[in-house]
């Protein structure tokens, strides 16, 4: 039997709402698809992927990163990001599944 919700500290709450909002979003799900299986990109690999404006991506990223969701890496003059919680992804596929047919 799982604990109640109530139970668990508001601190955790407030953080796993915050998550779940900043992923809630088609760019930033198809961005979070794309950094799976520990990859790590920069934001020209991700805006050339995705076939968005690099601008549009880069604000994505920095709601994602904000959000402790993503991390990056300096490596030169790039950044590249990475998921932090590649568990996240689970939770994804989970609802994802609920609607496939």
Known sequence: MQPSIIKYDKVLLVKTASSLKAIAHPVRLA???????GKRLNVTQIHKALGTEQAVTSQHLGILKEKDVLGSK?????????????????????IMST???
Do not use: C, M, N, W
Request: zero cysteines; charged letters at 25%.
């Open 31 to 37: 961005i979070i698809d794309l950094l799976r299986d």
């Open 74 to 94: 300096r490596q030169g003059k790039h950044a590249y990001y990475f998921l932090k919680h590649p568990t996240l992804l689970d939770v994804i596929q989970t």
């Open 99 to 101: 609607y496939e047919s």
